[in-house]
């Protein structure tokens, strides 16, 4: 199929978010099927077993074997019949029938799908669902015992941790890249606030969209997504949907087409930015505003509460908060704990401060409050206020299709 036109967008600079898993990801490659050996005493040539962890020299620090296991289940992904053009990109099969997970961007203003699978064989896709705030979409075609990689539990992804990328850049073919763990919990310029991202410095180019990000062993950690693209040319700085965020996700996606998130109906900043509530010395989430009717007002939220912890989980940041509560479903009634007791956000708060426990029964966040990916309206669970960033920092991060 001929490669096809580069698609990219253009943001402004918004934050940054949560963490990610995956397994082992030290050097190592899986050990072999073993290895032959010959006693210089007798010439006798021996089988050595390797699968005891003992790979031969050449293969101790290859990649080859977790490649392998992967491989096979990314395909190639082109998209056109509307009115965006064509775009190319990847896919990662998820499940032996036919269930393709990939980036929503590929798709978006298009009605045809292509997908070719690594032996050859060829399928038009079926769109079943996507989640824009997170730029992922399922694709289903018409087979039955295909390769795949499984969604699977893993270890948040640590600074420093070895990942491997396989995708279909430029469409020359299956290609795999190496490079480590550069940051966690980012997020996309200009993209919603529940995504939850980690940058990689592993080469990431048009075409990789929707390929896979793996650990040395083989594990699926991720799906990578888009590339930053400075004015300088910058290189080095790639982001991927962890695989913790795609397990929370893409059963949604798969079973209703769409991600419900649980909703709390307030407006929400850091405290840190208000100095005399930094004198609390304490870390959590100032309430700015409460939404008439929503759930938290049912509950008894109130201005200026500060939120420090959903359930049993701490919540430090704007972020966390908005992930953690996101992360529910609407319908479950969790307990929000709040210190109730400040009287002005700008004046040395009151020494009379307590800590209150509320019961909430969390709603579906509305349409309108999700967020387009291109701006930044006023919205509920989300900073008051935000600064513009300096014109010195612009740049562009860019889906890499």
């Known amino acids: 199929m001929p490669a096809a036109t580069d698609t990219t967008s253009t943001a402004d600079a918004m934050g940054t978010t949560a963490g990610t898993p995956t397994g082992d990801t030290t050097s190592r490659a899986p050990a072999s099927a073993g290895d032959r050996t010959t006693d210089k005493a007798s010439g006798n040539t021996t089988k050595t077993d390797t699968a005891a962890g003992?790979?031969?020299?050449?293969?101790?620090?290859?990649?080859?074997?977790?490649?392998?296991r992967v491989a096979p289940a990314v395909?190639?992904?082109?998209?056109?019949?509307?009115?965006?053009?064509?775009?190319?990109?990847?896919?990662?099969?998820?499940?032996?029938?036919?269930?393709?997970?990939?980036?929503?961007?590929?798709?978006?203003?298009?009605?045809?799908?292509?997908?070719?699978?690594?032996?050859?064989?060829?399928?038009?896709?079926?769109?079943?669902?996507?989640?824009?705030?997170?730029?992922?979409?399922?694709?289903?075609?018409?087979?039955?015992?295909?390769?795949?990689?499984?969604?699977?539990?893993?270890?948040?992804?640590?600074?420093?941790?070895?990942?491997?990328?396989?995708?279909?850049?430029?469409?020359?073919?299956?290609t795999v890249t190496q490079g480590i763990v550069s940051?966690?919990?980012?997020?996309?310029?200009?993209?919603?606030?529940?995504?939850?991202?980690?940058?990689?410095?592993?080469?990431?180019?048009?075409?990789?969209?929707?390929?896979?990000?793996?650990?040395?062993?083989?594990?699926?950690?991720?799906?990578?997504?888009?590339?930053?693209?400075?004015?300088?040319?910058?290189?080095?700085?790639?982001?991927?949907?962890?695989?913790?965020l795609l397990a929370q996700v893409v059963p949604q996606i798969i079973e209703n087409g769409y991600v419900a998130r649980g909703w709390l109906g307030i407006g929400i900043d850091d405290i840190s930015i208000f100095p005399a509530l930094?004198?609390?010395?304490?870390?959590?989430?100032?309430?700015?505003?409460?939404?008439?009717?929503?759930?938290?007002?049912?509950?008894g939220l109130q201005p200026r509460d500060i939120v420090l912890r959903v359930g049993e989980k701490a919540v430090r940041t704007v972020n966390e908060l908005m992930l953690t509560v996101s992360a529910l479903p609407p319908g479950v009634t969790v307990k929000v704990s709040v210190l109730r007791g400040v009287a002005s956000v700008h004046q040395s708060?009151?020494?009379?401060?307590?800590?209150?426990?509320?019961?909430?029964?969390?709603?579906?966040?509305?349409?309108?409050?999700?967020?387009?990916?291109?701006?930044?309206?006023?919205?509920?669970?989300?900073?008051?206020?935000?600064a513009s960033p300096p014109a010195a920092r612009r740049r562009t991060e860019a889906p890499a299709e």
């Open 54 to 68: 003992t790979a031969p020299e050449h293969r101790r620090h290859s990649y080859h074997d977790g490649i392998m």
């Open 75 to 174: 395909v190639s992904l082109y998209a056109d019949g509307g009115d965006a053009g064509q775009s190319q990109g990847s896919g990662v099969i998820i499940d032996p029938s036919g269930i393709v997970l990939t980036n929503l961007h590929l798709l978006e203003g298009r009605e045809k799908i292509h997908i070719v699978l690594e032996d050859g064989r060829e399928f038009t896709g079926a769109r079943i669902g996507d989640d824009p705030e997170t730029d992922l979409a399922v694709v289903g075609i018409a087979a039955t015992d295909l390769p795949h990689v499984p969604l699977e539990d893993a270890r948040p992804l640590m600074v420093g941790d070895i990942v491997l990328t396989i995708g279909n850049p430029f469409g020359v073919g299956q």
């Open 183 to 244: 940051a966690t919990q980012r997020r996309i310029a200009g993209g919603s606030a529940w995504q939850d991202f980690v940058q990689i410095d592993a080469p990431i180019n048009p075409g990789n969209s929707g390929g896979a990000l793996i650990d040395p062993d083989g594990v699926l950690v991720g799906i990578t997504t888009a590339v930053f693209r400075g004015s300088g040319g910058a290189e080095g700085i790639g982001y991927a949907i962890p695989a913790q």
């Open 278 to 299: 930094k004198a609390l010395g304490v870390e959590g989430v100032l309430v700015s505003s409460v939404r008439d009717g929503s759930p938290a007002n049912i509950a």
């Open 349 to 386: 708060p009151a020494r009379h401060l307590k800590e209150i426990d509320l019961k909430v029964k969390l709603g579906e966040r509305p349409s309108s409050q999700l967020l387009s990916p291109s701006t930044e309206p006023e919205r509920e669970d989300a900073p008051a206020t935000r």
